[in-house]
């Protein structure tokens, strides 16, 4: 614990003294180069350390574990979450009801910037990346071949394909990236299993070939599809609410 620097805390700008010992915490991890899975000093040590009482550095990891830095095991101490600082929704998208609306709009956010990641990732991937790629691409294909759900391969797939890209902030970007998919595969009910397949290989293809461009129009027309199929739903959704509308204003007319 040399790096963390002893402060006499008062607060400031609102912020309690457990908020300001946790980024002190943080400011550890960062400066101690701690990496996820490693665990943190105990309890007592992180109170000495940082100038603060126990009860204040509870709270501090309180904190930590709502923000996913930490997580918490019990009867063996406090460690960096594998997800450091991540959450699995972080944009709230699990409260939109409309979930072929959500979809689509999700689809849009990820026309704009997956074409560009795979684009990278054509440029940047390592060879051990490539093959990374080529055996997550052959698990996806098993499981759909053999009618297992592959929604969990297909998010690797593309979380691949983002840690390819060498890009610190488009590998952030994951847990938006998965909440698509997760929207996209509960809408269409995996209907693309074909299309998913064989977009899935030209993706792999062009990046093994650092063909940015082709890698770029291939992730381009494996989104379209899911877009194509998804519009359709909607409409359809859209069709049968509005139907059962005039049905039901109808039988309160009748009455």
């Not at 400011?27 to 992180?46: A, H, R």
Request: aromatic share 4%; net charge negative.
């Amino acid at each position: 614990m040399e790096n963390v620097i002893k402060h006499s805390f008062k607060i400031y700008n609102g912020r309690s003294l457990a908020e300001q010992a946790a980024e002190q915490i943080i400011n550890y991890i960062i400066e101690s180069g701690l990496d996820t899975g490693e665990k943190l000093p105990n309890e007592f040590d992180l109170a000495e350390s940082i100038g603060v009482g126990r009860g204040t550095v509870r709270e501090a990891i309180k904190i930590l574990v709502s923000r996913n830095i930490v997580e918490i095991r019990r009867g063996t101490g406090t460690f960096i979450s594998e997800q450091m600082g991540m959450t699995e929704d972080p944009l709230g998208l699990a409260f939109i009801k409309d979930k072929a609306s959500l979809a689509m709009d999700l689809l849009t956010v990820r026309l704009i910037i997956e074409p560009e990641i795979a684009a990278m990732a054509a440029q940047n991937a390592t060879q051990a990346q490539i093959e990374a790629l080529r055996k997550q691409c052959e698990l996806v294909d098993e499981f759909i071949l053999s009618g297992k759900n592959h929604l969990q391969e297909d998010i690797i797939f593309h979380r691949i394909i983002a840690s390819c890209s060498k890009n610190a902030v488009v590998e952030k970007l994951i847990p938006v990236i998965h909440s698509s998919i997760v929207a996209s595969i509960d809408v269409t009910s995996s209907a693309l299993k074909q299309e998913t397949m064989e977009t899935h290989r030209e993706i792999l293809e062009c990046i093994t070939a650092k063909n940015p461009e082709g890698a770029k129009w291939a992730m381009q027309m494996h989104l379209l599809y899911n877009r194509m199929l998804i519009s359709k739903i909607h409409k359809e959704v859209q069709t049968k609410t509005h139907l059962d509308k005039k049905e039901i204003f109808k039988e309160g007319n009748c009455s």
